[in-house]
């Protein structure tokens, strides 16, 4: 039974990746990607006009989602070989306090921002946590799913982009 178990895990992970390879997801591949004004911690707006100009990857989390806590190191980790050259963020819905908590427990390598309204969440048509999108540096949607992220085909999709 071991064996099935760990053979169904090899063929659903290597799906799950293919699905971050390819593009499409919920959102139309080529269309601009949805306007946003979202919050940083330290309260400044941020929209999506600030981001133009690099590829942007968009993840949506929460500090109460487990598969989001299991990729939150690999994701900083990208974050922080981004050096400017790209722009990831770390987008949630919960509250100043939360996420502040969060952040001072992790260190800051990703950038975290507040949907407060929830306007950003709809707008990129999320409905499971955590969902990824990567925009171009036009602000038009590349790509989005959900489910945990593969660095290595983040890191692929943003080598493209630069």
């Keep these: ?17 293919e ?11 080529a269309s601009q990607a949805p306007a946003f004004v979202v919050q940083g911690l330290d309260g400044r707006a941020l929209s999506s006009a600030d981001l133009r100009g690099k590829p942007t990857v968009l993840i ?6 487990g598969v989001c806590r299991d990729e ?3 994701l900083e980790r990208f974050a922080a070989e981004a050096r400017g050259r790209y722009h990831v963020l770390a987008v949630s819905r919960e509250s100043q306090a939360v996420l ?4 001072r427990s992790r260190g800051g390598a990703l950038p975290i921002v507040r949907d407060a309204s929830g306007h950003a969440s709809a707008a990129y048509r999320v409905e499971s946590l955590p969902t990824h999108v990567i925009i171009d540096r ?4 590349v ?7 593969d660095p290595e085909i983040l890191a692929e999709h943003m080598q493209r982009l630069l």
């Design 1 to 17: 039974m071991g064996a099935i178990a760990a053979v169904v895990l090899l063929v659903v992970g290597g799906l799950m990746r």
């Design 19 to 29: 699905r971050q390879r390819g593009g499409g997801g919920v959102l139309p591949v």
């Design 60 to 65: 949506f989390w929460a500090t109460w989602c």
């Design 72 to 74: 939150m190191p690999d």
């Design 100 to 103: 502040e908590r969060w952040a």
């Design 138 to 141: 036009d602000g038009r949607v």
């Design 143 to 149: 790509h989005d799913f959900s489910g945990a992220a």
